[in-house]
């Protein structure tokens, strides 16, 4: 049996053999992206009722919360530590990346539309990759992220002093992401 080398390259495999496997992984994709649009309908109804000082709109927050953690149980029915939390904002991020992306499409701003929809695509499959274990959170250590140059503050320089350097976890999740959407390079 052929390794699996990446998470795309993983689910692909699962989706293909969704008939011999109970966890019907093309289902579970359609569910995340209705999950998307049910964590941004939450969004909207807080901003609609900010906005309007109609207090209704927070009203129907509570049943859209509901339908979103019951059908989210559906797709990770079980979870260590943060998972969960990380898992919707991972799909709430993915989401509104994908939405800012066809905003500068029509725009005419291509270019920055794809980099946001590989963005987006590459938090989706971070998703995939935590809730398949794809990811071994417990190899992760920091080190310093040196990717994006950043401001100095005399805040920064006294606690660089008292620690060693790290790099985000995020970032080495990043890259391992970015490999499994480059699978497709031959």
Known sequence: ?????????????????????????????????????????????????????????????????????????????????EVWCISKHLLASAERLMEVGTKQQSLGHPEEAYTLFNQSYELYCLFWGLNMNLIDTKDIKWIEDKSIPTKTTSIDKASSAEAPAKEGAFTKIKSFVRKAVDCCIE
């Open 1 to 81: 049996m052929k390794k699996i080398e990446n998470v795309k390259e993983y689910v692909e495999k699962i989706d293909s053999a969704k008939k011999l496997n109970p966890k019907d992984l093309s289902s579970d994709q359609d569910l995340t992206i209705a999950l998307m649009n049910l964590i941004s309908i939450e969004e909207h109804l807080v901003f609609s009722g900010a906005k309007t000082g109609k207090t209704h709109f927070y009203d129907l927050v509570q049943d859209i919360r509901e339908l979103r953690k019951n059908l989210m149980q559906k797709v990770i029915p079980a979870y260590e530590g």
